[in-house]
């Protein structure tokens, strides 16, 4: 894995210069503005700087490898494990880690956490030792044994690997997960070493989201899919507001929702309050008609039915919906999903919803819940990119982007 920072006069610039030196399976993990300081800083345009990383595909052979340190933590709005010089995963097994001061509050408060835990199991290890000599405690069970030597190193990737199945990460990808440590510890890296690479890990394998991008082709379609009750009329409303509001973009609704009771009636308030025209769309034949209306509009957000993921009928009437579009336009798709739901569904889902169209994700409900483990698991399932996520009913307020670090942090900070 290698991680580096780039910037310039703009965002976008920033995150070119990164993609251009790094190649297409760039993540950006985050992007600060930097103001201009001094006295003629009011004179002085903002720079931005930008984090990438990308994971590099090498097959380990022979000795587990050893980390270099990573840089000190940035103290930003997002945490940033970035390196001011390139971090790799090397071969080189004669120098040891170096000690890394850790500069970041949040994380340093994990590591308290997690390592108290693994002092606690220590110490009680040494009590059943001390009381029972004889008797051996059972440890709790793991897919893929972690090797008898390496000490404390191996103790804290257990107690790890139960932090992960505590926030209902799949065994299978915590499993993955710990094996990727294995191979990155020499059995002497420090705990807080080890949770670094963890979380850039998982930094990465949730990757970029990928959120509405406007080219300037006008009207761009983006429709909702997804199962009855995840709140896609809602999330439509929200993600609206944003783009008319804080962009100034011209936004327009068509509707293909029409087995629900009062579902256009809903879309119609909220597209009164945002002064925006909305087309009802009783079938595919209709929508391109729909779409006509809107020619000057630079975005038409389309609210399709909500339906169970078994229900044959009403999955071919959504799949033949998408197909109907004019491919003059260009499209996007995204699939609605509750966090609240049950991962086994959320795999099914995710599976059948891939047979009508390829989508970017949208998780609703982070309200709900205090486990997130389920977002990874979707993932890394469906390989599609996870773009927003909403937190309550309000409108617009309770939406945001996907936030990767924040995630991260709470998946590794246990309930």
């Known amino acids: 894995m290698t991680i580096n920072k780039f910037q310039g006069k703009t965002e976008k610039e920033a995150v070119e210069k ?21 006295f003629l800083s009011s004179f002085k345009a903002s720079t931005y700087e930008v984090t990438a990383a990308v994971e590099e595909k090498e097959q380990y052979n022979g000795p587990l490898p050893k980390l270099k340190s990573p840089a000190p933590i940035l103290r930003q709005d997002t945490i940033s494990l970035a390196a001011d010089e390139p971090i790799r995963i090397t071969q080189d097994s004669k120098k040891p880690p170096e000690k890394r001061e850790e500069t970041d509050p949040e994380i340093k408060e994990r590591l308290k956490n997690l390592q108290s835990l693994l002092e606690k199991q220590l110490g009680e290890d040494k009590e059943e030792k001390r009381t029972h000599p004889e008797e051996k405690e059972p440890e709790k069970p793991i897919e893929k044994p972690l090797p008898e030597n390496g000490g404390n190193g191996v103790r804290f990737l257990k107690t790890l690997y139960g932090v992960l199945l505590d926030n209902e990460v799949d065994e299978r990808y915590a499993n993955e997960i710990i094996d990727d440590m294995e191979k990155a510890s020499s059995g002497k890296n420090s705990i807080d070493l080890l949770l670094s690479n963890t979380y850039q890990k998982l930094v990465l394998k949730f990757g970029t989201p990928r959120t509405i991008e406007l080219t300037g082709k006008k009207p761009k379609v983006v429709f909702f899919i997804g199962p009855t009750g995840v709140g896609k009329t809602t999330t439509i409303a929200k993600i609206a507001s944003r783009m008319k509001v804080d962009q100034g973009k011209k936004v327009a609704f068509l509707t293909a929702d029409t087995y629900r009771i009062a579902a256009a009636e809903q879309l119609r308030t909220y597209a009164n309050i945002l002064d925006s025209p909305l087309f009802v769309c009783y079938s595919p034949e209709e929508m ?11 975005l038409v957000l389309v609210d399709t039915a909500g339906f169970s993921h078994r229900n044959e009928a009403q999955r071919k009437d959504t ?25 086994r569904d ?9 047979e009508i169209a ?5 998780f609703t409900k982070l309200d709900e819940t205090d486990v997130y483990g389920a977002l990874l698991n979707v993932r890394l399932h469906s390989g599609a990119e996870i773009s927003y996520v909403t937190n309550g009913q309000n409108v617009p307020d309770d939406i945001a982007v996907f936030h990767t670090q924040k995630i991260v942090k709470s998946i590794l900070g246990g309930r």
Do not use: Q, W
């Not at 391109?288 to 630079?298: E, H, I, V």
């Not at 799949?319 to 991962?343: G, H, Q, W």
């Not at 390829?358 to 949208?362: A, C, P, Q, T």
């Open 358 to 362: 390829d989508y970017k994700l949208v």
């Open 319 to 343: 799949k033949a919906l998408i197909e109907a579009l004019d491919p003059a336009y260009e499209k996007d798709v995204y699939l609605v999903l509750s966090a609240a739901t049950k991962c």
């Open 18 to 38: 990164a993609k251009k030196a790094m190649g297409p399976d760039t993540v950006i993990m985050s992007v600060r503005e930097i103001k201009a300081k001094g």
């Open 346 to 354: 959320l795999y099914e889902i995710a599976d059948i919803y891939h």
């Open 288 to 298: 391109n008609d729909g779409l006509s209306r809107f020619k000057d509009y630079d």
